[in-house]
């Protein structure tokens, strides 16, 4: 049978408590959580190429492909608060509490700034969700994705909270990791999104 | 090598000071135990199970005869659609659950799941969301559209009432409860499993529960999706599914069928993980190609993902997709028929048979298993699913499949498992009887639908005119469905009794090999003093067994607080200390301020939803802060 | 006599009504009887495999029946009985099922391959699905009824499927599979019955209350006589006969029947109903679900609820005289 040779520890020796990165079970609930999400994502996407293989017309309604003039700069904000995030991690993973702050204050800004285009870009269709099944995929998956950037940003108001308190340190920042991992999680499925919905039409 | 110098005694006493949940109100509320937890789990899933047979024994009741009129054609369809639903939902894969969740950290030498206050809000979400569907039937609304919910009968113009709503709401409420219990057994079985028990060393129940967990990951999406998707139709107005707006009912078969066909391996996975534990402890041997097993629920698992379209047979689908899905529904039987031959090689290469309930249980399994296999393969043949679709054959073969490979098992994990639980073994002449009557009475009311279905009865349809050749059958059925039901009546009088009266377990009543019979009947709240190091696959079958090991080292004692031993991937070597948290409410808090929002969903109340909508995010902050003593640096 | 017509769906045979039961085995064209050997074949292989599990079973417990019935010690169990793990699952869990299903999966191309397109001129009919009917249409023919469908003996027929609401599917067991008929598109199958008869057709998808009581009649004749039958179909309504038949059209008219329903040849041109223009030529009523008599028709006129509850046709109350004279001109319009 396979497996280690016992005893595998010296005895005297104490076991870490490991309470961040990929040795902690919290971070691992995370990655867990976000795999099934990126399956209803990707449930959604499947759904668009199927109702658009399979209905003639799918885009008759107001024709056009979506416009790309918002999501656009919208992408970019995204993947800029990803680097924000990213750099606020690095950051506590040195100790570095101030830098946290501001990388979290800086995802959090550009999320929000995020939200309202997408709130415009939906305003400024004059067609809604009930005209036909495209603007239906269309309108729930993006808006899908606007709910998770949302609870994306109360998760960043919610550790910042206790990042302005000093609760993380070089070595205990569980939750910063598994916020980070969650927004990187969003923001790819964004980059999926804009390639399926907004690009694919206009490629095939 | 050196022994370290650990205090002992008292050990157990510190441990029980450490773990054990309070006998008050507050406990019985907030407790995070897992073994308490799963028994919940059991008891509640066997009330559904209850309640989907007493809908049934209704059912039967109305097709006994033809013309039938003890109930209305909108009482018989709310009575089916509610009995697949809750068969499928709120008693199959929970019951395994709850096995799950009791056997889990005992099997594997720890002490709790993952994430003991996520496992105890996965409890209360599956409650509470039976409690939600249920309540249909006090709003005289119960869901009618069948199990399958098919669009556009179910859409806002066929059943404008609230009806579906209960019925997709209630089901979102129950994913996300099956999820986190999923992530939850996943993260458990990969990093907390004892030192030495590599991946290969582990019990096949943790193979059947990891592969349906990730499983339910996957495909619990699908159904999500296509929920969201019937609730923006019915009460937005959007198009998925209808056919005027460019939609069509066929994308919510497909997604429904994506995920439900994922589903009935995941509510028969686990049952033969839990039979691969029974069957070597009755024929007296190791198990018969443990590593097939392994091999073969995998793939089962996995295949499973690449046949669903073989329900949409019907629909009108190319030739050439309904002739793949063909090839791969039969080719999926493959892996189940290496579990059964495997089962099969144990039994004749047994030291001896022990004719104990459970492995009467077991027998019958095996055969009602092989039944429903097999005519699963004949509607796996397009042009003669092209007949039996939709007739009562199918309805024979779901019926083999889920009574024979869930039920059948878990009633003999009941038998073999009680007794850890309770501390008290089951009377086994009542036992016969319980089987006896049970395995008959399956046949009884299952075999015949065999032949109704070919011979031209549909499916899902409350009443049949008399000569069409199907009279007798349907009573014969139904005849078997009362003696089935006494059979179940049985099993429950021999719960109860034992209760009472039982014989006393000891801590291995059977000379069962696995770490759970290392423990006292019932277990103490922590499971192990020691943690234990496993050498082989048959812990207490070795020669040294892990109880008795001399050398004890410090890091498998970890009595300093809620503690338990975090271990390697893949070889189960020891990395780390894991801090559990105790007792708390806000499983439950969480779990009731879904149930509000839910509910406001339901009478689609804005108000009602912004509100109970930040309270479940208040809940979840609650829930998320940080303890003082996780804050020492 | 309305009371004794209002009878709940009471023990009267359907099963008179057609020429065999509605069986997969009772076979009654080529392409049923190739799926009904199918069956049979499967059904073999699928017993010899159940014999063999429980012969393997029942020997393997015979083998140790006089083992002593006690627990071994872990001593003991630690070292089992010899056994050939990969003749077991290698040679009979997974090579005996692959060749097994292999055999399986040839049978079921061949099967699939002996079927036909519908050739060239071959008739078209358009069959609709509605809560809880079939409208059979006859495009080429200008025919149009209910329920009833009926093919030349020993030639194909082409059908198109189509819903008019929710997905329901087409099921005649003496004749071929079924095949759904879903909103939105359309699909189409090949009928074609080798032996003359009247065979029942029903719905086989859950398509709400009624589903149990939507069954079509499929009549399958000489071609003489089924050029007969379209011929007297596409033809008007009957004037009425007497004097309370024409009552009784009057009485059709004046109530809302025409709303729903047509009759070809009067004013009547409501098309959320059956056509009624040769009802009196039908053997049943309401989908199959009652017989075509006086007394049936008079009930279901009067409260069609009491006898299909949920049908969407609504109670239409009326005095003896007039109910006695509306049924007299409809069974009148063969």
Same mark, same amino acid.
């Given at each position: 049978?396979?497996?280690?040779? &016992? $005893?595998?520890?010296?005895?005297?020796?104490?076991?870490?408590? =490991?309470?961040?990165?990929?040795? @902690? /079970?919290? !971070? #691992? +609930?995370?990655?867990?959580?976000?795999?099934?999400?990126?399956?209803?994502?990707?449930?959604?996407?499947?759904?668009?190429?199927?109702?658009?293989?399979?209905?003639?017309?799918?885009?008759?309604?107001?024709?056009? &492909? $979506?416009?790309?003039?918002?999501?656009?700069?919208?992408?970019? =904000?995204?993947?800029?608060?990803? @680097? /924000?995030? !990213? #750099? +606020?991690?690095?950051?506590?993973?040195?100790?570095?509490?101030?830098?946290?702050?501001?990388?979290?204050?800086?995802?959090?800004?550009?999320?929000?700034?995020?939200?309202?285009?997408?709130?415009?870009?939906?305003?400024?269709?004059?067609?809604?969700?009930?005209?036909?099944?495209?603007?239906?995929?269309?309108?729930?998956?993006?808006?899908?994705?606007?709910?998770?950037?949302?609870?994306?940003?109360?998760?960043?108001?919610?550790?910042?909270?206790?990042?302005?308190?000093?609760?993380?340190?070089?070595?205990?920042?569980?939750?910063?990791?598994?916020?980070?991992?969650?927004?990187?999680?969003?923001?790819?499925?964004?980059?999926?999104?804009?390639?399926?919905?907004?690009?694919?039409?206009?490629?095939? | 090598?050196?022994?370290?110098?650990?205090?002992?005694?008292?050990?157990?006493?510190?441990?029980?000071?450490?773990?054990?949940?309070?006998?008050?109100?507050?406990?019985?509320?907030?407790?995070?135990?897992?073994?308490?937890?799963?028994?919940?789990?059991?008891?509640?899933?066997?009330?559904?199970?209850?309640?989907?047979?007493?809908?049934?024994?209704?059912?039967?009741?109305?097709?006994?005869?033809?013309?039938?009129?003890?109930?209305?054609?909108?009482?018989?369809?709310?009575?089916?659609?509610?009995?697949?639903?809750?068969?499928?939902?709120?008693?199959?894969?929970?019951?395994?659950?709850?096995?799950?969740?009791?056997?889990?950290?005992?099997?594997?030498?720890?002490?709790?799941?993952?994430?003991?206050?996520?496992?105890?809000?996965?409890?209360?979400?599956?409650?509470?969301?039976?409690?939600?569907?249920?309540?249909?039937?006090?709003?005289?609304?119960?869901?009618?559209?069948?199990?399958?919910?098919?669009?556009?009968?179910?859409?806002?113009?066929?059943?404008?009432?609230?009806?579906?709503?209960?019925?997709?709401?209630?089901?979102?409420?129950?994913?996300?409860?099956?999820?986190?219990?999923?992530?939850?057994?996943?993260?458990?079985?990969?990093?907390?499993?004892?030192?030495?028990?590599?991946?290969?060393?582990?019990?096949?129940?943790?193979?059947?529960?990891?592969?349906?967990?990730?499983?339910?990951?996957?495909?619990?999406?699908?159904?999500?999706?296509?929920?969201?998707?019937?609730?923006?139709?019915?009460?937005?107005?959007?198009?998925?599914?209808?056919?005027?707006?460019?939609?069509?009912?066929?994308?919510?078969?497909?997604?429904?069928?994506?995920?439900?066909?994922?589903?009935?391996?995941?509510?028969?996975?686990?049952?033969?993980?839990?039979?691969?534990?029974?069957?070597?402890?009755?024929?007296?041997?190791?198990?018969?190609?443990?590593?097939?097993?392994?091999?073969?629920?995998?793939?089962?698992?996995?295949?499973?993902?690449?046949?669903?379209?073989?329900?949409?047979?019907?629909?009108?689908?190319?030739?050439?997709?309904?002739?793949?899905?063909?090839?791969?529904?039969?080719?999926?039987?493959?892996?189940?028929?290496?579990?059964?031959?495997?089962?099969?090689?144990?039994?004749?290469?047994?030291?001896?048979?022990?004719?104990?309930?459970?492995?009467?249980?077991?027998?019958?399994?095996?055969?009602?298993?092989?039944?429903?296999?097999?005519?699963?393969?004949?509607?796996?043949?397009?042009?003669?699913?092209?007949?039996?679709?939709?007739?009562?054959?199918?309805?024979?073969?779901?019926?083999?499949?889920?009574?024979?490979?869930?039920?059948?098992?878990?009633?003999?994990?009941?038998?073999?498992?009680?007794?850890?639980?309770?501390?008290?073994?089951?009377?086994?002449?009542?036992?016969?009887?319980?089987?006896?009557?049970?395995?008959?009475?399956?046949?009884?009311?299952?075999?015949?639908?065999?032949?109704?279905?070919?011979?031209?009865?549909?499916?899902?349809?409350?009443?049949?005119?008399?000569?069409?050749?199907?009279?007798?059958?349907?009573?014969?059925?139904?005849?078997?469905?009362?003696?089935?039901?006494?059979?179940?009546?049985?099993?429950?009088?021999?719960?109860?009794?034992?209760?009472?009266?039982?014989?006393?377990?000891?801590?291995?009543?059977?000379?069962?090999?696995?770490?759970?019979?290392?423990?006292?009947?019932?277990?103490?709240?922590?499971?192990?003093?020691?943690?234990?190091?496993?050498?082989?696959?048959?812990?207490?079958?070795?020669?040294?067994?892990?109880?008795?090991?001399?050398?004890?080292?410090?890091?498998?004692?970890?009595?300093?607080?809620?503690?338990?031993?975090?271990?390697?991937?893949?070889?189960?070597?020891?990395?780390?200390?894991?801090?559990?948290?105790?007792?708390?409410?806000?499983?439950?808090?969480?779990?009731?301020?879904?149930?509000?929002?839910?509910?406001?969903?339901?009478?689609?109340?804005?108000?009602?939803?912004?509100?109970?909508?930040?309270?479940?995010?208040?809940?979840?902050?609650?829930?998320?802060?940080?303890?003082?003593?996780?804050?020492?640096? | 006599?309305?009371?004794?017509?209002?009878?709940?769906?009471?023990?009267?045979?359907?099963?008179?009504?057609?020429?065999?039961?509605?069986?997969?085995?009772?076979?009654?064209?080529?392409?049923?009887?190739?799926?009904?050997?199918?069956?049979?074949?499967?059904?073999?292989?699928?017993?010899?495999?159940?014999?063999?599990?429980?012969?393997?079973?029942?020997?393997?417990?015979?083998?140790?029946?006089?083992?002593?019935?006690?627990?071994?010690?872990?001593?003991?169990?630690?070292?089992?009985?010899?056994?050939?793990?990969?003749?077991?699952?290698?040679?009979?869990?997974?090579?005996?099922?692959?060749?097994?299903?292999?055999?399986?999966?040839?049978?079921?191309?061949?099967?699939?391959?002996?079927?036909?397109?519908?050739?060239?001129?071959?008739?078209?009919?358009?069959?609709?699905?509605?809560?809880?009917?079939?409208?059979?249409?006859?495009?080429?023919?200008?025919?149009?009824?209910?329920?009833?469908?009926?093919?030349?003996?020993?030639?194909?027929?082409?059908?198109?499927?189509?819903?008019?609401?929710?997905?329901?599917?087409?099921?005649?067991?003496?004749?071929?599979?079924?095949?759904?008929?879903?909103?939105?598109?359309?699909?189409?199958?090949?009928?074609?019955?080798?032996?003359?008869?009247?065979?029942?057709?029903?719905?086989?998808?859950?398509?709400?209350?009624?589903?149990?009581?939507?069954?079509?009649?499929?009549?399958?004749?000489?071609?003489?006589?089924?050029?007969?039958?379209?011929?007297?179909?596409?033809?008007?309504?009957?004037?009425?006969?007497?004097?309370?038949?024409?009552?009784?059209?009057?009485?059709?008219?004046?109530?809302?029947?025409?709303?729903?329903?047509?009759?070809?040849?009067?004013?009547?041109?409501?098309?959320?109903?059956?056509?009624?223009?040769?009802?009196?030529?039908?053997?049943?009523?309401?989908?199959?679900?009652?017989?075509?008599?006086?007394?049936?028709?008079?009930?279901?006129?009067?409260?069609?609820?009491?006898?299909?509850?949920?049908?969407?046709?609504?109670?239409?109350?009326?005095?003896?005289?007039?109910?006695?004279?509306?049924?007299?001109?409809?069974?009148?319009?063969?």
């Amino acid at each position: 049978m396979t497996g280690a040779a &016992y $005893p595998y520890v010296e005895a005297g020796t104490a076991l870490p408590e =490991i309470t961040t990165g990929t040795r @902690a /079970t919290g !971070w #691992w +609930g995370m990655v867990w959580l976000c795999v099934t999400e990126a399956m209803l994502f990707a449930c959604l996407i499947a759904s668009y190429f199927f109702l658009r293989g399979s209905i003639n017309g799918f885009y008759a309604e107001g024709g056009h &492909y $979506p416009s790309l003039t918002l999501p656009l700069p919208m992408t970019a =904000i995204l993947l800029a608060s990803s @680097a /924000t995030m !990213w #750099w +606020g991690e690095r950051g506590i993973r040195r100790g570095d509490q101030r830098r946290l702050r501001i990388g979290l204050a800086l995802t959090f800004a550009l999320g929000v700034v995020f939200l309202v285009l997408q709130s415009i870009e939906f305003r400024h269709n004059p067609l809604g969700p009930t005209v036909s099944a495209y603007h239906s995929i269309f309108y729930t998956t993006t808006g899908l994705h606007g709910a998770h950037v949302a609870m994306g940003l109360l998760m960043n108001l919610y550790v910042q909270l206790q990042a302005w308190r000093g609760h993380f340190t070089a070595k205990r920042h569980l939750a910063i990791q598994n916020v980070s991992l969650y927004w990187h999680f969003v923001d790819a499925v964004w980059i999926v999104i804009l390639t399926c919905l907004y690009l694919s039409p206009r490629l095939w | 090598m050196t022994t370290a110098r650990i205090t002992l005694s008292g050990l157990a006493e510190r441990l029980d000071a450490q773990w054990a949940t309070p006998h008050t109100v507050y406990g019985w509320f907030a407790t995070v135990d897992h073994k308490k937890i799963g028994i919940r789990y059991l008891v509640t899933a066997f009330v559904f199970l209850l309640l989907g047979g007493i809908e049934a024994a209704l059912m039967r009741a109305q097709l006994a005869r033809p013309n039938g009129h003890l109930l209305s054609p909108e009482a018989y369809d709310q009575l089916f659609t509610m009995h697949g639903t809750t068969m499928i939902f709120w008693y199959a894969s929970p019951i395994l659950s709850g096995f799950g969740n009791y056997l889990v950290p005992l099997l594997i030498g720890s002490r709790d799941m993952a994430f003991p206050r996520l496992n105890a809000f996965s409890y209360w979400s599956f409650v509470l969301s039976g409690l939600f569907v249920y309540a249909s039937f006090l709003a005289g609304a119960a869901p009618h559209g069948g199990w399958f919910a098919y669009v556009p009968y179910t859409g806002p113009s066929y059943s404008p009432g609230l009806n579906m709503d209960f019925y997709a709401l209630a089901l979102l409420f129950l994913t996300i409860s099956t999820t986190v219990g999923a992530i939850n057994f996943v993260v458990t079985i990969f990093t907390m499993r004892a030192p030495g028990m590599s991946l290969s060393r582990m019990p096949l129940m943790m193979w059947s529960t990891l592969t349906t967990s990730v499983a339910t990951i996957f495909a619990l999406p699908a159904l999500t999706a296509a929920l969201i998707l019937l609730e923006l139709d019915r009460r937005f107005g959007f198009r998925f599914f209808d056919a005027t707006g460019g939609g069509t009912p066929l994308l919510w078969q497909h997604l429904f069928w994506v995920f439900g066909h994922p589903w009935v391996y995941i509510i028969i996975l686990p049952a033969t993980g839990m039979a691969s534990m029974m069957f070597p402890t009755f024929c007296r041997r190791p198990i018969v190609g443990h590593t097939y097993i392994a091999l073969a629920t995998v793939s089962t698992g996995l295949f499973g993902f690449g046949v669903w379209a073989h329900h949409m047979f019907a629909t009108g689908m190319p030739l050439l997709s309904t002739t793949f899905f063909s090839a791969a529904s039969m080719a999926v039987s493959v892996p189940s028929g290496m579990q059964v031959f495997a089962w099969l090689a144990t039994i004749w290469a047994a030291r001896r048979h022990v004719f104990s309930t459970t492995f009467l249980f077991l027998l019958g399994f095996i055969v009602l298993f092989v039944i429903g296999g097999v005519s699963g393969v004949m509607t796996a043949s397009v042009p003669y699913d092209w007949q039996v679709t939709d007739s009562y054959f199918v309805v024979a073969h779901l019926h083999y499949v889920l009574v024979g490979i869930n039920l059948f098992p878990v009633i003999a994990a009941f038998y073999y498992w009680l007794p850890k639980m309770t501390g008290r073994l089951l009377d086994e002449r009542l036992g016969r009887w319980n089987f006896w009557v049970m395995f008959i009475g399956a046949n009884l009311t299952f075999f015949p639908m065999h032949f109704v279905g070919v011979r031209g009865m549909p499916r899902r349809i409350y009443t049949y005119p008399a000569g069409m050749g199907w009279d007798s059958m349907n009573m014969l059925e139904s005849v078997g469905a009362a003696v089935f039901a006494i059979g179940v009546l049985l099993f429950l009088i021999n719960v109860l009794w034992s209760r009472r009266a039982g014989a006393i377990a000891g801590d291995n009543p059977w000379g069962a090999s696995s770490l759970e019979w290392s423990t006292t009947s019932p277990p103490p709240e922590y499971n192990f003093e020691i943690i234990p190091v496993v050498r082989s696959r048959e812990p207490l079958w070795d020669a040294q067994p892990p109880a008795t090991d001399a050398a004890v080292a410090e890091y498998r004692v970890l009595d300093d607080g809620r503690r338990t031993l975090g271990t390697t991937v893949l070889d189960g070597q020891p990395q780390e200390v894991l801090r559990m948290p105790g007792d708390s409410l806000w499983p439950l808090a969480i779990a009731l301020t879904l149930a509000a929002m839910f509910t406001a969903l339901l009478f689609a109340s804005l108000a009602g939803i912004l509100v109970t909508g930040a309270l479940v995010l208040l809940c979840a902050g609650g829930w998320l802060w940080p303890q003082p003593e996780e804050l020492v640096p | 006599m309305i009371a004794a017509m209002l009878r709940p769906l009471a023990v009267f045979q359907l099963r008179a009504y057609y020429d065999r039961a509605p069986s997969t085995m009772s076979a009654a064209s080529h392409d049923a009887q190739r799926l009904a050997t199918l069956g049979v074949a499967m059904t073999v292989v699928a017993t010899l495999i159940f014999l063999l599990v429980v012969g393997i079973i029942g020997f393997g417990l015979w083998r140790r029946r006089n083992s002593p019935d006690a627990l071994d010690s872990p001593a003991d169990v630690r070292t089992p009985v010899d056994v050939s793990e990969n003749w077991w699952i290698l040679g009979g869990g997974l090579a005996m099922p692959v060749v097994v299903l292999a055999g399986v999966f040839l049978m079921t191309l061949s099967t699939m391959r002996a079927y036909r397109p519908a050739p060239a001129g071959a008739p078209e009919i358009l069959v609709i699905g509605h809560q809880w009917w079939w409208e059979v249409r006859y495009p080429n023919d200008t025919v149009i009824t209910a329920n009833e469908l009926h093919l030349p003996v020993g030639r194909a027929v082409h059908l198109e499927l189509r819903s008019a609401d929710v997905i329901h599917s087409f099921w005649a067991p003496n004749l071929e599979g079924k095949t759904d008929v879903i909103p939105g598109q359309q699909n189409e199958m090949v009928l074609r019955a080798d032996s003359a008869g009247v065979y029942r057709a029903e719905c086989a998808e859950y398509c709400g209350r009624q589903h149990a009581n939507m069954a079509l009649s499929i009549v399958a004749e000489a071609p003489a006589d089924y050029q007969r039958w379209l011929s007297s179909t596409k033809a008007v309504a009957a004037a009425p006969a007497n004097d309370t038949a024409r009552a009784g059209l009057a009485v059709f008219m004046s109530h809302s029947c025409a709303f729903c329903h047509s009759i070809r040849g009067t004013p009547a041109t409501g098309s959320f109903g059956p056509d009624l223009t040769h009802l009196g030529s039908r053997s049943t009523l309401a989908g199959g679900a009652l017989p075509n008599t006086v007394g049936y028709l008079a009930g279901w006129i009067s409260n069609a609820d009491r006898l299909k509850p949920g049908t969407k046709m609504p109670a239409s109350p009326m005095d003896g005289a007039s109910l006695q004279a509306v049924v007299r001109y409809l069974e009148g319009l063969k």
